[in-house]
């Protein structure tokens, strides 16, 4: 929107503001370009499950799909990964709009560790994906043990969903000065040096049809760093591609 421009001509406080004005129409131009973005991003994330799903009504009604239990199976996965996207969207819009509510209390970290391995341990049991946890000491932390275990979860879904067979997923907790960390390494495949510092991104992912397969939303790690900054603290990752990935959540246990 160019008209949202105003012409500049010396550097005097007139024209001060005027440069002001100027960065603030660019960054609605910047914020308009990646709603677009965005907007066509769950457009798509959404017609895939969709178009599956009608693929398989329409053979049906066709005859040329049986109406039996494998196809009932069929819809149920894509009526979850549809669930799925749409829930994951839904937190993302509360965190954007500052409505993110936590539920802090002391949490044993152990325990809540734990709880997330046992979440897991059907999916990576089936995966030939061996899950441990490995916690030093009796760390506890003020935090929303639901919010925590959510973000927390989607760090072991990825890491087992990226791992082949054999390897291995290690849920590890820490206090590290004032800080208690959270790791979630694994054994995978690992991500490249150009794509690490984008994979926060909405919707980012390093080949999106692999990871369609893999059966994400591309909004996992996003919404694990909005949970783990309304608690106040970072997540980061680090990885060696071919040998395995690192995610790291550092909370503030202390000030
Ligand atoms: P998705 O729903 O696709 O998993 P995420 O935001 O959780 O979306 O992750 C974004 C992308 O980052 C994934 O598609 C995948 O390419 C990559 N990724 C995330 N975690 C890992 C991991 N542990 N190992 C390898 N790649 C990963």
Redesign the pocket.
């Known amino acids: 929107d160019v008209s949202a421009r105003v012409e500049v001509a010396g550097g005097d406080e007139i024209g001060r503001l005027a440069d002001a004005f100027n960065a603030m129409a660019r960054r609605r131009e910047q914020l308009e370009e990646l709603r677009k973005g965005m907007v066509s991003d769950v457009a798509h994330e959404l017609r895939t499950p969709l178009s599956n799903i009608r693929g398989w009504l329409e053979a049906t009604e066709d005859g040329l799909v049986a109406p039996d239990r494998a196809l009932m199976s069929s819809l149920l996965e894509e009526a979850a990964l549809l669930q799925h996207v749409v829930d994951d969207l839904q937190d993302l819009a509360v965190a954007d709009a500052g409505e993110l509510t936590l539920h802090r209390r002391p949490t044993d970290v152990r325990e809540l560790l734990d709880q997330v391995a046992t979440a897991h341990r059907r999916g990576a049991d089936g995966a030939g994906v061996h899950l441990s946890v490995e916690v030093e000491g009796e760390p506890s932390v003020a935090a929303d043990p639901v919010r925590l275990r959510q973000a927390v979860g ?1 760090l072991v879904s ?2 087992v ?2 791992t082949p067979p054999g390897g291995r997923v290690a849920l590890r907790a820490r206090e590290e000065g004032a800080d208690l960390v959270i790791e979630v390494a ?1 054994t ?4 490249s040096p150009e794509d690490l510092p984008l ?1 926060f991104e909405r919707f ?4 999106k049809s692999r ?1 369609r397969r893999t059966g ?7 919404i694990v760093r909005k949970l783990v900054e309304a608690h106040g603290g970072s997540v980061s990752a680090a ?1 060696v591609p071919g040998e395995g ?1 690192v ?1 790291t959540i550092r909370l503030p246990v202390r000030s």
Request: proline share 4%; hydrophobic share 35%; net charge neutral.
């Open positions: 989607n990825n890491a969903r990226h694994d995978g495949v690992g991500i994979v980012w992912r390093v080949e990871s994400g939303s591309g909004l996992g790690l996003p990885s990935s995610f």
